[in-house]
């Protein structure tokens, strides 16, 4: 029955590879099935910690630090990962490089979690590009964020053409990207309303720190399922109370049994616990997101785990 209809809407919507129903397994990474309201998605509920790159010495990727850490993480209730997100310093890296570390990822990562891959470049072309690699690679899920050097230039229009052709192509289901602190560019309300209906493009991160716009998204994307994440564990709890459903937050690397934790309580309605939770981290995520320059690494917090605090960094030129 269910294969009889995944064949009528893979009739219906022609080239969108993720229309098809797989059946969940106990252990593996787990899909939903998607019906013609809803579309096939993954589930992004919970914590993703959008992870560092370590650097060796030479400035080359240093796996081996990159596999310690992975191990640590794996042993926490996660949802998953986030690999060339901002504090990831995606930027510093060859196309070659940013591939092959979504493939060391997925083999080091447990099987009950998701790779989430940053694929997003300034054209489209290369967008598409990336993204069908990094899908190859092992990437359950693709985060696309906004073109930016051509700022002035990025209307809404632009932005729907641009997610939508990403979107048609991608072999991993997509989610929009805005992060207005470095791009210059908030994705607009209208954009990811419209973006929404997309089958292939699942939710948004947002990293604007606008509580109201993340539960106007919320609510108006309501029937299409879509799935907004908050970009800082300093606005998580108040997203979640809006209609959000877990968070991308630099705070996780350092501090992801709290993050979980914070999620768990509001999940169960120990609000008052969760308030508190959240009051604690507010100092901390400051230090993690805002006390540092990209390049410089990622503040060390506690001895949870190797980060960059001490370690060598591929910097930007004069740094």
């Known amino acids: 029955m269910a294969a009889g209809f995944a064949k009528v809407v893979k009739r219906l919507l022609p080239g969108v590879l993720a229309t098809f129903c797989e059946v969940p397994k106990l252990g593996s990474r787990v899909f939903l099935v998607r ?101 190859a690679a092992g990437a359950d899920a693709l985060l696309v964020i906004t073109p930016c050097y051509f700022k002035g230039l990025m209307t809404s229009e632009a932005l729907i053409k641009h997610y939508s052709k990403v979107a048609d192509q991608s072999p991993a289901p997509i989610i929009l990207y805005s992060v207005p602190k470095n791009t210059g560019i908030e994705l607009p309300i209208e954009v990811a309303v419209s973006l929404s209906k997309h089958p292939n493009i699942i939710g948004m991160k947002d990293s604007g720190g606008d509580v109201a716009k993340i539960g106007a998204i919320v609510h108006k994307t309501q029937e299409n399922h879509f799935q907004v994440l908050a970009g800082s564990a300093g606005f998580f709890l108040g997203s979640l109370s809006v209609g959000a459903v877990g968070t991308v937050s630099a705070l996780a690397n350092v501090l992801p049994g709290e993050m979980c934790q914070l999620h768990d309580l509001y999940k169960n309605g120990r609000l008052d616990e969760a308030k508190k939770l959240q009051h604690r981290l507010i100092e901390p995520n400051s230090a993690v997101s805002h006390q540092r320059s990209y390049g410089f690494g990622l503040v060390e917090l506690r001895p949870f785990m190797v980060v960059q605090a001490e370690k060598s960094q591929r910097r930007p030129s004069l740094a």
């Open 35 to 135: 019906t013609m309201a809803s579309g096939p998605k993954l589930d992004l509920s919970g914590v993703f910690p959008p992870i560092v790159t370590p650097f060796d010495a030479q400035e080359n990727i240093d796996y081996d630090e990159l596999s310690k850490n992975i191990g640590r993480w794996n042993a926490m209730p996660l949802k998953g990962y986030v690999v060339h997100g901002s504090n990831g310093e995606y930027v510093f890296l060859t196309k070659e490089e940013r591939v092959e570390m979504i493939r060391k990822v997925r083999q080091e990562t447990s099987k009950d979690k998701l790779v989430v891959a940053g694929s997003g470049c300034e054209s489209t072309r290369d967008t598409i590009e990336m993204s069908k690699m990094m899908a």
